[in-house]
């Protein structure tokens, strides 16, 4: 990567930051951001609609989700992290980039997932964010770094080194802004939905008095539902993908002077000229 030719200013920043980047980036580039999503999310969400027929609907699709959703994120990382650095971003270019890593993301990614999942789940899901938090960079450091094997793991604990508390309230405060942008999204798909077409999604559905009886039972067998809320979190999650990215980027500038590396090569092109 040549950083002297990277498109994004690279300076330390803070998460809100972070998160401004990703939505401004995210905006910019909605035409490749929207295609990739369908790409991943349409199978899984409907299969989820079609394992409402059988009251299996929230499962399959929150499992599918959990497990297919970080390839989707390394394909935005790759398409994200190579313009960064000089590339342009287009579809065939960040499905390539996940291509040629594939092997290497299909032995690491539903690893780490499966890991934290389980852990996460036996400690009732309070080590979930930590261990989410160790792995965070996983993809970035198999495609932009390349890595493999064992030195996937050291480099992920040097980039979290002596930073490792901060990285876990970044996730937290990115997790924390995704579900309210989720949850804003889905409520105008239903109230869109509720007043153009006359189809209700949720609310119009559910009886307040039994609230939790009907929302679990909706969840599991309405397709409408569980499509819509699949739909949500496959449009969403690039945009939480690319705020945990820009983290990455702002951990590299903190750890290995970046920042300081693109001024140092400015300032020796400039005397080298002047000489």
Same mark, same amino acid.
């Given at each position: 990567?040549?950083?002297?030719?990277?498109?994004?200013?690279?300076?330390? %920043?803070?998460?809100?930051?972070?998160?401004?980047?990703?939505?401004?980036?995210?905006?910019?580039?909605?035409?490749?951001?929207?295609?990739?999503?369908?790409?991943?999310?349409?199978?899984?969400?409907?299969?989820?609609?079609?394992?409402?027929?059988?009251?299996?609907?929230?499962?399959?699709?929150?499992?599918?989700?959990?497990?297919?959703?970080?390839?989707?994120? /390394?394909?935005?990382?790759?398409?994200?992290?190579?313009?960064?650095?000089?590339?342009?971003?287009?579809? %065939?270019?960040?499905?390539?980039?996940?291509?040629?890593?594939?092997?290497?993301?299909?032995?690491?990614?539903?690893?780490?997932?499966?890991?934290? /999942?389980?852990?996460?789940?036996?400690?009732?899901?309070?080590?979930?964010?930590?261990?989410?938090?160790?792995?965070?960079?996983?993809?970035?450091?198999?495609?932009?770094?390349?890595?493999?094997?064992?030195?996937?793991?050291?480099?992920?604990?040097?980039?979290?080194?002596?930073?490792?508390?901060? /990285?876990?309230?970044?996730?937290?405060?990115?997790?924390?802004?995704?579900?309210?942008?989720?949850?804003?999204?889905?409520?105008?798909?239903?109230?869109?939905?509720?007043?153009?077409?006359?189809?209700?999604?949720?609310?119009?559905?559910?009886?307040?008095?039994?609230?939790?009886?009907?929302?679990?039972?909706?969840?599991?067998?309405?397709?409408?539902?569980?499509?819509?809320?699949?739909?949500?979190?496959?449009?969403?999650?690039?945009?939480?993908?690319?705020?945990?990215?820009?983290?990455?980027?702002?951990?590299?500038?903190?750890?290995?002077?970046?920042?300081?590396?693109?001024?140092?090569?400015?300032?020796?092109? %400039?005397?080298?000229?002047?000489?």
């Amino acid at each position: 990567m040549k950083l002297e030719e990277a498109t994004l200013a690279l300076e330390p %920043r803070s998460v809100g930051a972070c998160i401004d980047i990703a939505i401004l980036f995210y905006q910019r580039h909605f035409d490749k951001m929207l295609p990739l999503s369908l790409i991943f999310g349409v199978v899984p969400v409907t299969v989820g609609m079609l394992g409402a027929a059988n009251g299996n609907g929230w499962l399959l699709s929150g499992l599918l989700f959990f497990f297919v959703s970080p390839f989707l994120g /390394a394909t935005v990382v790759a398409g994200a992290g190579h313009h960064v650095f000089g590339e342009e971003f287009t579809i %065939r270019r960040a499905l390539m980039h996940t291509y040629r890593r594939l092997p290497v993301l299909l032995l690491w990614l539903p690893a780490a997932r499966l890991v934290y /999942a389980l852990i996460g789940i036996m400690c009732w899901g309070f080590l979930s964010v930590p261990l989410a938090t160790r792995y965070g960079f996983l993809s970035e450091v198999l495609i932009l770094e390349q890595l493999r094997g064992g030195r996937t793991l050291k480099r992920l604990e040097e980039i979290l080194r002596n930073s490792y508390l901060e /990285a876990c309230g970044r996730y937290t405060t990115i997790l924390a802004f995704t579900f309210c942008v989720g949850l804003t999204l889905f409520l105008l798909f239903d109230l869109g939905a509720q007043f153009l077409f006359a189809t209700p999604i949720f609310m119009a559905k559910v009886s307040w008095a039994v609230a939790a009886e009907d929302i679990a039972n909706l969840l599991a067998y309405d397709p409408l539902l569980v499509g819509a809320l699949s739909a949500t979190w496959w449009l969403v999650y690039p945009l939480a993908r690319l705020a945990w990215f820009f983290c990455y980027l702002d951990a590299r500038v903190r750890k290995e002077g970046w920042d300081v590396e693109i001024e140092l090569r400015v300032e020796a092109r %400039r005397l080298l000229n002047a000489s």
